[in-house]
């Protein structure tokens, strides 16, 4: 799944920006600051507390990776 980033900035610093909608209807948020001290995007999903696993789930089958490429998950999604 191709994911396009648009540059825009906030508060904090320039930033780099996509939205992502899988196939289950899931929408996901990613965000990578231009001086970031470490190397990765920052994911954001729009569920509840509850629905945080199935979510986890649904992104790692939409982008095709694995858990263990993902340098921290929310306790609340384990």
Excluded: H, K
């Amino acid at each position: 799944m191709p994911v396009d980033f648009e540059e825009t900035y906030d508060n904090l610093d320039y930033v780099r920006v996509a939205a992502i909608e899988v196939a289950d209807g899931r929408q996901f948020v990613f965000r990578r600051y231009r001086g970031a001290p470490l190397p990765g995007v920052d994911v954001y999903v729009v569920a509840g507390d509850s629905q945080m696993p199935q979510a986890l789930s649904s992104l790692l089958s939409a982008l095709e990776i694995e858990q263990d490429t993902l340098r921290w998950v929310s306790p609340l999604a384990e």
